[in-house]
């Protein structure tokens, strides 16, 4: 099973991850997603720094969480198929959720 073995929010807003089977990178967390909405608490910078991992995914506190699947496809640059049929593309950055 992958696990999260590593990961750590920096105050320039990049995340680094290091999976169990060796994938390790990082992103800057504004080229993904937008602070609106439930993402508006990691506006702030204290709050940002202090992501954690349940070795699942990373997450703050018990109200914000990213899908494991997202991350490892930003780190890794590979697309996400459904069906078939890409439904995340990292080269996209926020654009890179894609319609059905």
């Not at 590593?6 to 089977?21: G, T």
């Not at 995914?57 to 459904?82: A, V």
Request: hydrophobic share 40%; with cysteine; net charge negative.
């Amino acid at each position: 099973m992958i696990k999260i073995l590593k990961a750590k929010a920096h105050p320039d807003r990049i995340i680094e991850v290091e999976y169990n089977d060796g994938i390790k990178g990082s992103f800057v967390f504004s080229d993904f997603f937008n602070y609106e909405g439930i993402m508006s608490p990691l506006e702030d910078i204290h709050y940002f720094t202090q992501m954690n991992t349940d070795h699942k995914t990373i997450k703050w506190g018990n109200d914000i969480d990213l899908c494991p699947d997202i991350i490892r496809s930003i780190i890794t640059n590979e697309k996400i198929l459904h069906d078939g049929k890409v439904v995340f593309d990292p080269a996209l950055k926020k654009n890179g959720w894609v319609s059905p």
